[in-house]
């Protein structure tokens, strides 16, 4: 099992930035992709970004490429989502996940943080 614990969320206004973080322990780090979801109020939670174990290849959903970016610091447990040019519609409780089996079957989860966009 790996603990995930995400941070970095708040309310900003549309335009502005926000870097999430997100903690793991557990597990050696390195070794599992990491991905980034989102639920917002009365929708099901939904992908945002994904990355690698090396960090070498990221994958985003349309309508957030060219604003965000994902990355890893495996020297420092950790993953990113770097939020740039934020909309109302990003708003949302964000979640960070693990995928220890590497099929994309994402089975460790943090608790979210809110990120509200207010226009």
């Known amino acids: 099992q790996v603990q995930l614990v995400e941070s970095g969320g708040g309310l900003v206004q549309a335009g502005d930035s926000l870097r999430l973080s997100c903690a793991a322990s557990?597990?050696?780090?390195?070794?599992?992709?990491m991905g980034w979801f989102r639920q917002a109020p009365g929708k099901g939670r939904e992908f945002v970004a994904s990355i690698t174990t090396s960090g070498r290849s990221q994958y985003y959903t349309n309508s957030v490429k060219g604003r965000f970016t994902i990355s890893r610091d495996n020297a420092k447990n950790t993953v990113y989502l770097q939020m740039n040019s934020l909309k109302p519609e990003d708003t949302a409780v964000y979640y960070c996940?693990?995928?220890?089996?590497?099929?994309?079957?994402?089975?460790?989860w943090g608790q979210g943080t809110q990120v509200t966009v207010s226009s």
């Open positions: 996940a693990a995928d220890l089996t590497g099929k994309g079957l994402y089975d460790n």
């Open positions: 557990g597990r050696t780090f390195s070794n599992y992709d």
